[in-house]
């Protein structure tokens, strides 16, 4: 199983709901990578790289705080995963660019960053890039929303188009492991999304969590404590749906809201008690953990280089594929040849190759094929034996 | 001073007049690599990867056969060298896609191609992977024909952004060494290329240049001897002007051509001598060579070792610019944390990471997080020393 995060910011609530917990939970069930995708926060975080730096150590922290294990999970850094990149530039050349042009996924990602013409062309990449961890890891699970399963599509038709290539499978086709979570919005009802600053940080402290709270849109038509309130689009409780446990309290409290006769200031206090509950041992644990930055680090280091073993293999047999061998000889197979072959044919070879074929460029005293008359010997001869 | 080739077939006779002897002229001059641009040639050729891989062999061959000399000239092979596979995709995010397909001369070679819209992604990605082969040996001059100008000036575009997120140089600028030889047509008039099957190989027999030669579009008009004849746009001065060292006689001879009086049949006898003159020792040398495909590889492969070396150190710099060390660990500098300092961090961190925030998930027994009151010792304490 494979997920990831881009480490543009600390993660929030939404990735908490819709991603993390699942990732706690199947920790011990699925064999587990977690990605933490540098590269591709560069392709469209290319003038901020010192950001995504930061955010790397940031968004392993938050891993950690969370519950994730790393005896049984491998964190990795994309960055530190060469054979990623050589993967990426091999499935550029099984994918067309309307294709590319044409994954919905990355249409709105393009919206929404407000691109236009002025994509990057790393960005317009970045799903191959994606494609590359997938099978770089062989994965076969792939935690995403809905909006995210063009993307998994577009994995197998490069898994298929390589296999064919291959003559048989190459890397596993994976499959969506569709979350049942409703996407959390942000505090404003939009999106959540760091750059939109409407998320609450799992790092968040009390305060900020509480003005998060008070900051939530719940129902505008909901003026007085009587007055009937709608639940639908209602931040508050998509809140406290995804993180309050005493769901048959919360059932009632919706009908109370929709009768009209509660109010939001009660409701959104409930909602901080939840949310500061729930994020006083995360953010305890963070603090902790960040005393020690070279040793988380070192974790992530570790994962790595567990990651990159696996992913060379993977690569190895996607070189095959291309005939591109390991050494990057594609026809040493042949014919195997040591330094000191090589060695002995350089001298032999030395005065044919001095031997030019143009008189001026000739270094080679007396060549036969030169018509200059100063020239002494040439060892070249077209009847010359070559041993 | 960087060159190279895509191995999409043995080279001709055009690339011997357009940049074969330059090289072998300026190899003592400058230091010279020259890259066989393998997974270039996979760009549009991802579907016949075995023709790619067999001809790295042949261009190889051609390359030692005109005189290209491996002791003074780096022969490289671009799959050899992963470091340049990373530099690829880190400059993909320095160049826009608008502006990748406004190169004129990616232009160009997609309508040559016919790609229509189905453009393989890494064609359009491939002048980015020529700027991390002109980069990645830090190459200051690119011999290039006209056409090829917008590489040049794209490859000082990347060098220049990065500059300026470096906030000083990180690699040179290069610039273009225009060939003065105008480009040699193919045998119909129409631009040389292997797929068209209307250049003369390199390597080809004494029958294949005399068909060849009697092949050569002259001047349609041109019916009699007597008759004037078009000496512009004729295949065969184009030739003679290339490869016939006796300047004076072939500007006597265009005259006459003018005149009229002068067959195409006792042109094409004189250009015929003249490339069987050319090419005979070329052919004989190459099969010398061809004997010994072990050695030539081994060729390939030290050149390849000593232009990774160069090219990594040209990535660790790159990489420095997006806060990616060498261990792609961004943060090492740091803290540098042993593995035995991590070791003692996990198994410190056993307890807390395992301590679940939901209680369902919690593994360890009694955490006093956790509300299931079956637990007996949990570690976990917002007041607990870390030590």
Redesign the interface.
């Known amino acids: 199983m494979l997920t990831g995060d881009r480490p543009t910011g600390p993660l929030h609530l939404g990735h908490y709901a819709g991603s993390l ?1 699942t990732r ?2 199947l920790q ?1 069930v699925h064999q587990q990578t977690i990605l933490i995708a ?2 591709q926060a ?2 469209d975080h ?2 901020r ?2 950001d ?3 955010n ?2 940031e968004v392993a922290l938050d891993y ?1 705080a ?6 049984v999970t491998t964190i990795a ?1 994309q ?4 054979e990623v ?2 993967l ?3 499935y ?9 042009e044409r994954n919905p996924t990355v249409h709105s990602e393009i919206e929404l960053r407000g691109f236009a ?9 970045y799903p ?2 994606q494609v590359a961890d997938i099978t770089g890891f062989r994965a076969t699970l792939v935690p995403v929303g809905e909006d995210r399963l063009p993307m998994i599509e577009q994995t197998n038709e490069i898994v298929r188009r390589l296999a064919s ?1 291959a003559g048989h499978a190459v890397v596993p086709e994976c499959r969506a492991l569709l979350s049942t979570t409703p996407r959390l919005p942000g505090v404003d009802g939009r999106k959540a999304s760091k750059s939109l600053g409407n998320a609450i940080a799992l790092s968040a402290s009390p305060d900020e969590i509480r003005d998060s709270v008070r900051a939530m849109f719940t129902d505008s038509a909901h003026m007085r404590v009587s007055d009937p309130g709608r639940v639908e689009g209602n931040v508050v409780f998509a809140y406290l749906d995804a993180f309050d446990s005493r769901h048959e309290e919360v059932e009632n409290l919706k009908q109370q809201y929709r009768n009209g006769g509660l109010g939001d200031v009660a409701l959104k206090r409930r909602l901080d008690e939840v949310l500061q509950t ?1 994020l006083e ?2 953010r ?2 963070r603090a ?2 960040a ?12 994962g ?1 280089e567990r990651a990159c073993s696996g992913a060379a293999s993977v690569l190895s047999d996607v ?1 095959e ?4 061998n390991d ?6 197979e ?6 000191e ?2 060695a ?3 001298q032999r ?2 005065p ?7 008189d001026t ?1 000739c ?1 080679i005293p007396s060549c036969h ?1 030169c018509t200059a008359p100063s020239r002494e010997t040439c060892s ?1 001869s ?1 009847s010359a034996p ?1 041993q």
Chains 1, 2 share one sequence.
């Open positions: 917990q706690v939970a011990n540098d590269l560069l392709t290319s003038g790289p010192r995504v730096r930061r790397v150590l950690l969370v519950g994730i294990d790393p005896s850094l960055s530190a995963i060469p990149a050589e990426t530039l091999l550029l050349n099984l994918i067309t660019l309307a294709r590319l013409r002025d994509i990057p062309a790393g960005f317009l990449a191959v890039s290539l729930l041992p995360i305890t644990r902790l953990l005393r020690d930055p070279g040793a988380v680090l070192g974790i992530i280091r570790s790595s070189r594929v291309f005939f591109l050494h990057g000889c594609p026809m040493l042949h014919q195997a040849s040591s330094a072959t090589t002995v044919l350089c070879l030395g044919l190759l001095r031997c030019r074929l143009n460029l270094t094929r070249f077209t070559t």
